[in-house]
């Protein structure tokens, strides 16, 4: 019978040996085999893992370069708060200073849906006054960018401190917060939260569109003939326009019909460049009365974008009239010039056109914004189609949509987004 080492393998119920050369090598058992892929398969997974959550970071990361942070009252990022005991004026002519605490309730006094919206002051840092040499200071409005819990921009909008004590300006301020709570789109600045003070009464919490708005924008890229230009990198003017159109057709689907009653380019935020979007801001709950022709010489650049028939007070603010307005802020995007800027007085001569030529020319359909030779055939038309001189010829904001989706679609360049 041959001896055990004469043979090449030994087996037993403990492990397993090879004979080479002459010498014993150990196997691993069956259960030390199994440990061992088990633990090799285990570290793979974990690298595998690892490895899936660095792409999809790095992808995110890329995808929101240029984006601004967006905030949306649905995702309930500044409430619910700790509410300190915010207080108000029982009646705002009572007091006089800061120090006077007596007559502020505990109680915030408005409705509720805003109640839930308000945020600590403590979670607030100013950081420094929003200015904008192109708008008005006529509404009595003051803004400032803020930072939220050390993180998160914010828009902070209040009255200026000489009119925080007039009741008729509070409630109407309070009025337009009311108004933008209820909206709720994609083309929209949100609102995201609100503060009560005893000094300024009520401030507004808005998202911050780190591109400016579209006056500003224009200006500074004027002279860039790659961003001017309709001929290269143009796709961001149909961009823009097409989502001032979509905010419009969503606010006049309102019932009743939601007006905007003060659209400019100023009204126009953008999120930074390349990947350039637009959102609607500034809706107004009312619109200042004007008696008299000669209101408006404060109101001039303003006044740019009103229609003949507001300007002769023939008619109300209508969504005619904002489509009016979207019209003039069409030729800016074509020829980055505030509304008239070239426009000169008596003919032949290179005087500047008054502020108050400007609305007599308008209002007698004698004076309109102009477009560059190199203006799209379509957009030049639609443009034209919204500066008609009677508002029942000028297209609704759902037709603007599509006529500005069709062009997007022609450039090649599908960015419609919801």
């Given at each position: ?182 909206l709720d789109h994609p083309r929209i600045v949100a609102l ?210 599509i006529m500005l989706r069709a062009l997007l679609a022609e ?8």
């Amino acid at each position: 019978m041959p001896l055990a080492e004469d043979c090449p393998f030994v087996a037993s119920h403990q492990e397993t040996s090879i004979l080479y050369d002459g010498v014993h090598t150990k196997l691993p058992s069956n259960k030390a085999l199994i440990a061992g892929v088990m633990a090799a398969s285990l570290v793979l997974f974990v690298v595998t893992v690892l490895i899936f959550v660095c792409r999809l970071l790095h992808r995110r990361a890329l995808s929101t370069k240029f984006e601004p942070e967006i905030i949306s009252l649905h995702r309930e990022l500044l409430s619910p708060m700790k509410k300190a005991p915010y207080s108000s004026p029982s009646d705002p002519q009572h007091y006089s200073s800061d120090s006077d605490v007596k007559y502020y309730p505990q109680r915030f006094p408005y409705e509720t849906e805003l109640e839930s919206l308000l945020v600590n002051a403590d979670d607030l840092d100013y950081i420094r006054k929003l200015l904008s040499k192109h708008r008005p200071d006529r509404d009595h409005r003051e803004a400032f960018l803020t930072r939220f819990r050390d993180s998160r921009f914010l828009v902070c909008k209040r009255l200026q401190r000489k009119f925080a004590n007039d009741t008729s300006e509070v409630q109407r301020f309070a009025r337009e917060i009311h108004l933008a709570a209820s909206l709720d789109h994609p083309r929209i600045v949100a609102l995201v939260g609100i503060l009560w003070s005893r000094v300024y009464s009520l401030e507004a919490l808005f998202e911050y569109m780190d591109g400016g708005n579209l006056r500003s924008y224009l200006a500074k890229v004027k002279n860039t003939e790659g961003l001017r230009s309709w001929r290269s990198q143009s796709v961001w003017k149909l961009q823009i326009a097409f989502d001032t159109a979509e905010a419009l057709a969503y606010a006049h689907s309102f019932s009743p019909t939601l007006v905007h009653r003060a659209l400019t380019s100023h009204s126009v935020l953008l999120s930074s460049p390349p990947d350039v979007h637009a959102r609607l801001d500034n809706f107004v709950h009312e619109h200042q009365e004007f008696t008299n022709m000669s209101t408006y010489a404060g109101l001039l650049l303003e006044a740019r974008w009103l229609p003949p028939e507001v300007i002769t007070s023939s008619a109300d603010y209508s969504p005619a009239a904002d489509m009016y307005a979207l019209g003039v802020i069409l030729s800016e995007i074509d020829t980055h010039l505030l509304p008239y800027e070239n426009a000169e007085g008596v003919v032949g001569s290179k005087k500047s056109i008054s502020d108050m030529e400007i609305l007599d020319l308008v209002a007698s359909n004698t004076l309109h914004p102009v477009f560059t030779l190199g203006c799209p055939k379509g957009f030049r038309k639609l443009a034209q189609r919204c500066l008609s001189f009677e508002a029942c010829d000028r297209p609704t904001a759902s037709q603007a949509v599509i006529m500005l989706r069709a062009l997007l679609a022609e450039d090649h360049h599908i960015l419609y987004t919801v």
